[in-house]
């Protein structure tokens, strides 16, 4: 089971595009979730999900977005 999930974890680091600075909407949302927004890049952000990974140590945060918030 834990192989498994390292080799998922693993094929997710291959996939991942690289970041991209935040925008003002992001770096409140990140601001939010107790994030240092300048320490971290935005890798996807949709309908559902935030994806952003730490600039330095490469670790990858997801948070699901709330429906029908605007933000």
């Known amino acids: 089971m ?3 999930l390292f080799k ?5 680091m291959i996939f991942l595009k690289h970041g991209k600075r935040p925008t003002r909407r992001q770096k409140k ?4 979730k107790k994030l240092n927004y300048s320490d971290w890049l935005v890798v996807k952000d949709c309908e559902e999900t935030f994806v ?3 600039k330095k140590s490469g ?7 709330l429906k029908g918030v605007v933000i």
């Open 2 to 4: 834990i192989v498994i």
């Open 29 to 32: 949302l990140m601001s939010d």
């Open 8 to 12: 998922i974890v693993e094929m997710e």
């Open 52 to 54: 952003v990974v730490h």
């Open 59 to 65: 670790t990858i945060r997801r948070f699901p977005k």
